[in-house]
């Protein structure tokens, strides 16, 4: 089991380091960075499991880091708010925030909420081997896949393509992680495999790039599947 990763924005490098330790000693791990731009980069390129996000940022808003970062991902962000600022809280969280902890905050409890979220977010994501996206019924111990009740013949790339992006469906999966994926480390240049690869897919799923119902391209960084609701077997 790997460790699950958290990005700690934070300009503060005191209360970064102070993260960093308390993280690293509960078996996270720990990317930081200071500035609300790298924040969205290092979402995209390392795909943490959870963000914790100081709001007060020098140069953009910590506000705008999670519009911009809910546009294609729906990992779990924990807000540092300054202050009992009610109103700065309301507003990350209708942003897209999951929770907050107000600076001065203690570590257990920041703990206890980053515990909760992650699991979370694991139950949705194994939720079943069964998932539904519409007309769309995806198998995931049969490795079968129809298509409004009729079965698709997908090549063994093609299956493996949807299973990744399913599985995560509502987050971003980056180029990157699918080239690893299905074609191995030596192979994270070849983008036009995935493009190919993803114009087959489309094909067989009757998706039109240009609206599509299961297959969304995030311009420059990768793929985010429809959300996809898992079945319970049998039913
Ligand atoms: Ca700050």
């Given at each position: 089991m790997s460790r699950p990763r958290i990005l700690v924005v934070e300009d503060d490098s005191r209360i970064r380091k102070f993260l960093r330790i308390s993280l690293e000693a509960n078996a996270y791990d720990v990317v930081e960075c200071r500035l609300g731009e790298e924040a969205l980069e290092l979402c995209a390129q390392?795909?943490?499991?959870l963000m914790i996000l100081d709001?007060?940022?020098?140069?953009?808003d910590g506000q705008d880091v999670i519009r911009r970062l809910r546009e294609w991902s729906g990992i779990p962000v924990i807000v540092l708010s300054v202050r009992a600022e009610d109103a700065e809280k309301v507003t990350a969280l209708d942003a897209g925030a999951d929770d907050y902890v107000t600076k001065p905050f203690s570590i257990s409890e920041l703990i206890a909420r980053v515990r909760v979220l992650l699991r979370k977010s694991t139950a949705q994501q194994g939720a079943g081997s069964l998932l539904r996206c519409g007309d769309l019924l995806i198998d995931l111990i049969r490795r079968r896949v129809s298509l409004a009740g009729r079965d698709l013949a997908l090549t063994r790339k093609e299956y493996e393509l949807l299973r990744l992006l399913s599985v995560r469906s509502g987050h971003v999966v980056t180029h990157d992680q699918i080239l690893r994926e299905?074609?191995?480390?030596?192979?994270?240049?070849?983008i036009h495999y995935l493009r190919i690869l993803v114009r087959h897919l489309r094909q067989k799923l009757t998706?039109?790039?240009?609206?599509?119902?299961y297959v969304h391209t995030v311009q420059g960084v990768g793929y985010r599947f429809e959300d996809c609701e898992p079945v319970s077997d049998g039913a």
């Open positions: 390392i795909q943490p499991e709001l007060g940022l020098p140069d953009i299905i074609w191995g480390p030596a192979h994270l240049e070849d998706d039109e790039p240009s609206a599509p119902r």
